[in-house]
């Protein structure tokens, strides 16, 4: 059984992101999205609200499943059977930044390969963190992010407001 990894902080998924989990569930047999428990990035999602939103992106795809982690990425595939790490690639400066890691995580596990999806150009210029910074200003997210994403953004930033507003 071929079996992948897709990690990444998807804070939150955006359809780039379900793009990638389309084509990679093709690709493999079974695809394991890893979600980083990375508390030092600052998410605006907790890791249990980003499992959530992508479990509910992908329940139509059945050899997807999700799971978060800690640590180093090659660990995670070993400890999931996969022998592969599913990318995106939008532009060259994602590539550099890729090209590295994808390296060094050949040197720490040279059992692992890295898979790179290029994006599909209708989503080139979509990533988290532009959805989050549109949203905040209130601009219009519905065609970058599944509904149920986008009530959620808007749900977490109107709570995020009104906690400031009562400091
Ligand atoms: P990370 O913090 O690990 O970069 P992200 O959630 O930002 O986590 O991205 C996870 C993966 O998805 C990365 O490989 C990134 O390049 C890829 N990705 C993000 N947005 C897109 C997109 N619009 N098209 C294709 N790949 C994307």
């Not at 329940?59 to 999931?80: H, I, M, Q, W, Y």
């Not at 009530?151 to 407001?161: G, S």
């Amino acid at each position: 059984m071929k079996k992948a990894i897709y990690p990444g902080s998807f804070d939150p998924v955006t359809l780039g992101h379900i793009d990638v989990i389309e084509r990679a569930s093709k690709l493999f047999d079974y695809l394991i999205i890893g979600v980083l428990n990375n508390r030092a990035k600052n998410p605006l999602f907790s890791v249990e609200e980003r499992v959530s939103m992508l479990e509910k992106v992908s329940e139509a795809l059945p050899n997807v499943e999700v799971r978060s982690f800690g640590g180093l990425t090659v660990d995670f595939a070993k400890d999931c059977g996969a022998n592969a790490v599913v990318r995106g690639l939008r532009a060259v400066t994602d590539f550099e930044y890729e090209l590295q890691i994808a390296q060094l995580n050949r040197v720490i596990s040279p059992v692992i390969d890295t898979v790179f999806l290029t994006t599909n150009l209708k989503y080139a210029y979509l990533s988290s963190s532009t959805v989050k910074e549109v949203a905040a200003f209130g601009g219009d997210i519905s065609s970058f992010v599944t509904p149920y994403v986008e009530n959620a953004i808007h749900k977490k930033l109107a709570k995020k407001r009104d906690s400031l507003g009562t400091e």
